[in-house]
């Protein structure tokens, strides 16, 4: 090893890069039969970076542990380097000397004292966060290029992370006739995105937990996730799941998917890179082809076909999901297997309870910005690949702000100077094999694939999350055709919220200890009350009245939603009594209208009061006793 100071041998960035290189598989750490030591440091350190000998001796002992004893080690010296980058080079220099100075002592070197044990040295800890990880090192770009996956003119890059890890990867390259690259807007845009380090510890916005942080105890977990939904922020589970979290990214098998149900002569709707790129820079749709109808087969043979980048954003997978202890967070799910009133079932049976679907990526792909329809909740689980996902939070707390902001983001896709916002905080997360993660309804994201990946998701609705869900369904109303990367039925929703506010005596029977908040019930009212604020504005309001008119549980609904709304919040103006007249009375049309129009005028009033509080902020807690009785009206009116 080269002889260097004691500083430089203990300088924490080298030994990171040390680490970095065995972090996803330990086994190639250790000595061979056939090598010597200094054959041994060589290979493992081959650009001969300057590190301590007991950085060696760590390494050097690795065969003596099991893998899951290797990781906390692995995890304990990493956060150890991270609190020494954490505190300065100035300290790091003065624990240095002191190193220096005890070596010395034991040595007899005339003029060195012993050294005394000074506190301050010791690693501090982490300001943002108590969760941390370990450094990685990912060279996707290698790994794709080998598989013929895309092109060797593919531009390789690396994106570092906020705690020293790096990812290396491709850019997309699809040249036209005359050379030039047809997607390179996508890469200016990725590059603009990597200037801001992707998340490796929990922040203001991400809940980031490695897999001996995340609690034994499902109601536990559950209710970090609700707790973190709620306030706008992000779940990132780490190795979530053990049967893909020791997984390669990379080679693609076709396995995966056949071992999941799906047939390789279904039918699919395939998206096009090149074409929705030329879609957002103008090119009339009539002018290029975004999506176009094939099968998995003609999909997964397109693999290392270099002149298409194409992706399936939906695989129907419904009935299943990614993990039981998970799904319980479907409070639709809870309530639809619960219903007692079998008139009020009708909502239930019109309603998709429980969304599950999957992804299917070719390498390169850019999904671009866009929000999840429908205003629920979302998850995923990577089972193959990688993916690097991007986050735009709205800084500001008013909602009308956070509409106008959602619509920008989505409409200004590929431009890098949308980034440049005070409005805007661009926080991006890596998915590996095994990852889970939750969204919140409205989340603005987008995603790129480098390499060949399959990922499953749900998408589920939860009484946490209802007043993020107003949010999402506003900017739907507006643009819906523009912020979400497909369209859902609005009055498949209505039923669905309707599902929602009859069950909340379910939800409270079989849950106890679940507390419900003011602004998610609130939100829930004024969703029911006006639906016509939520759909699409640029249809005729006529064709929107005959489908909810139609609907066996719409008046049950706006009743009840207007004792919701009043027992939460007493100040609201009370709602007259709802038509008794049969379906087929002449005055049942008018009456109904009239009896709209005063829900309406509650559900405008609801508006302007969660208007008045934070995008995230839940309002107080309602006490049980007193929401035991709203719950009761709402039974028997």
């Known amino acids: 090893m080269n002889q260097v100071s004691a500083s430089h041998r203990l300088d924490p960035k080298l030994t990171i890069q040390i680490y970095q290189r065995y972090a996803t598989n330990p086994a190639d750490i250790l000595q061979q039969p056939n090598e010597d030591e200094p054959t041994w440091r060589s290979r493992i350190n081959p650009d001969s970076y300057p590190v301590a000998s007991q950085t060696y001796k760590f390494l050097q002992s690795m065969g003596k542990y099991s893998e899951s004893e290797w990781r906390k080690k692995f995890h304990h010296n990493i956060r150890t380097l991270n609190s ?76 570092r992370g906020d705690q020293g890890s790096e990812l290396h990867f491709c850019l997309p390259y699809l040249p036209n006739a005359v050379g030039i690259n047809d997607v390179e807007p996508a ?55 053990q049967r893909f979290s020791q997984a390669s990214s990379i080679p693609w098998s076709n396995a ?48 290392k076909d270099h002149s298409r980048i194409e992706a399936v954003l939906s695989v129907n997978m419904q009935g299943l999901t990614f993990n039981d202890v998970l799904s319980d967070m479907n409070d639709l799910m809870l309530v639809s297997r619960n219903m007692e009133d079998q008139h009020r079932e009708s909502a239930v049976k019109m309603a998709v309870v429980h ?41 500001h707390n008013h909602r009308s702000q956070h509409v106008t902001e959602t619509i920008r983001l989505c409409n200004e896709a590929l431009k890098p100077a949308t980034l440049d916002n005070d409005n805007i905080k661009v926080v991006t997360i890596v998915l590996l094999p095994g990852d889970v993660h939750f969204q919140p309804p409205g989340m603005v994201h987008s995603v790129y694939t480098p390499v060949p990946s ?39 929703l209505y039923n669905q919220l309707a599902a929602m506010l009859f069950g909340l005596s379910i939800k409270r029977n079989l849950c106890p200890q679940y ?83 005063s829900s309406q005028k509650l559900a405008t009033s609801i508006r302007r009061h969660l208007d008045s509080v934070g995008v995230a902020e839940r309002g107080v807690q309602i006490e049980c006793s007193h929401l035991d009785e709203v719950i009761q009206d709402i039974r028997t009116a």
């Open 515 to 597: 507390r419900f908040f003011q602004s998610p019930l609130l939100a829930l009212s004024a969703m029911l009350l006006n639906p016509y604020a939520y759909t699409n504005q640029t249809l005729n309001r006529q064709a929107w009245e005959t489908k909810f008119h139609e609907l066996p549980v719409y008046v049950e609904a706006l009743r009840g939603a207007s004792v919701l709304a009043r027992g939460v919040l007493p100040h609201l103006p009370e709602a007259p009594p709802a038509p008794t007249y049969t379906l087929n009375h002449p005055q049942y049309k008018l009456a109904l209208r009239r009896y709209e129009s």
């Open 454 to 492: 399959f990922m499953r998701g749900t998408s589920l609705w939860s009484y946490d999350t209802l007043h993020l869900t107003e949010i999402s369904r506003r900017v739907e109303s507006l643009r819906g055709n523009l912020v979400t990367n497909q369209d859902f039925s609005d009055v498949t």
């Open 256 to 303: 995966i998917i056949q071992a999941r149900g799906v047939s390789e002569h279904r039918h699919i709707t395939i998206h096009s890179l090149r074409d929705n790129i030329k879609y957002h820079q103008g090119t009339p749709s009539s002018e290029c082809m975004r999506t176009y109808q094939s099968t998995v087969t003609a999909f997964l043979e397109g693999m």
């Open 84 to 159: 020494k980058i954490q505190a300065g080079p100035e300290k790091v220099r003065e624990k240095a000397k002191a190193y220096q100075n005890k070596h010395r002592a034991k040595a007899g070197t005339p003029g060195a004292s012993a050294p005394t044990r000074d506190n301050s040295l010791a690693p501090q800890p982490l300001n943002t966060s108590v969760f941390n990880t370990s450094v990685f090192c990912l060279h996707l770009d290698k790994d794709v290029l080998a598989g013929g996956f895309m092109p060797a003119e593919s531009e390789s890059v690396c994106w």
């Open 187 to 241: 890469n200016e845009y990725l590059k603009a995105l990597m200037k801001t380090p992707f998340i490796e510890r929990s922040n203001d916005h991400v809940v980031r937990m490695e897999p001996h942080e995340i609690p034994s105890s499902a109601v536990d977990l559950l209710d970090i996730i609700g707790n973190a939904l709620a306030k706008n922020q992000v779940v990132h589970l780490v190795g979530f799941d």
């Open 355 to 395: 969304l599950a679907w999957a992804l299917l990526h070719q390498a390169g792909y850019l999904t671009l910005n866009h929000k999840d329809a429908g205003g629920d909740v979302s998850g995923t689980l990577l089972e193959q690949g990688c993916k690097i996902w991007t986050f735009y939070f709205r800084t």
